[in-house]
């Protein structure tokens, strides 16, 4: 399985990192503000939706990093920041407005980015590993 390695410099390309990173989750520990350089870094344990589930496994899961630039601030809504063990489950992500990106997280939690632009990248680390559970959401 070949690693992905995309970027996002507009709203139509950040549509497609957030399918990829749909359902990744994430430790609160691991979700960095580099203030001095003006970068917002996530380290995932990313589900792979692009695997072909008809080969060898059933479902596949990867290591990724989740970078944001030219952050000027960042704003928790309902992050256990007290808590850097707990597990985050993200959803999606978009633009908000012309200078915010949102991450958009299970049981209502959002981190808001103020960015100056939108500048992202998302790059697979290490190598993937089976898993036999695929994420799955109640229907509305």
Same mark, same amino acid.
């Given at each position: 399985?070949?690693?992905?390695?995309?970027?996002?410099?507009?709203?139509?390309?950040?549509?497609?990192?957030? !399918?990829a990173v749909q359902d990744s989750?994430?430790?609160?520990?691991?979700?960095?503000?580099? !203030?001095?350089?003006?970068?917002?870094?996530?380290?995932?344990?990313?589900?792979?939706?692009?695997?072909?589930?008809?080969?060898?496994?059933?479902?596949?899961?990867?290591?990724?990093?989740?970078?944001?630039? +030219?952050?000027?601030?960042?704003?928790?809504?309902?992050?256990?920041?007290?808590?850097?063990?707990?597990?985050?489950?993200l959803l999606s992500m978009g633009? +908000?407005?012309?200078?915010? !990106?949102?991450?958009?997280?299970?049981?209502?939690?959002?981190?808001?980015?103020?960015?100056?632009?939108?500048?992202?990248?998302?790059?697979?680390?290490? +190598?993937?590993?089976?898993?036999?559970?695929?994420?799955?959401?109640?229907?509305?």
């Open positions: 399985m070949a690693k992905l390695k995309l970027s996002a410099l507009d709203g139509d390309d950040l549509a497609v990192i957030s !399918a989750l994430v430790a609160v520990r691991d979700c960095a503000y580099f !203030a001095g350089e003006k970068r917002f870094v996530l380290l995932l344990n990313r589900f792979c939706w692009e695997a072909d589930s008809t080969v060898e496994t059933a479902y596949w899961r990867t290591h990724s990093a989740l970078v944001f630039n +030219e952050v000027k601030a960042v704003h928790h809504h309902r992050i256990p920041l007290d808590k850097p063990d707990r597990v985050l489950d633009l +908000e407005g012309a200078g915010s !990106a949102i991450l958009r997280f299970a049981a209502d939690r959002t981190i808001r980015l103020e960015i100056g632009r939108l500048a992202c990248h998302l790059g697979d680390v290490g +190598e993937p590993w089976p898993t036999p559970w695929k994420p799955a959401h109640p229907a509305a």
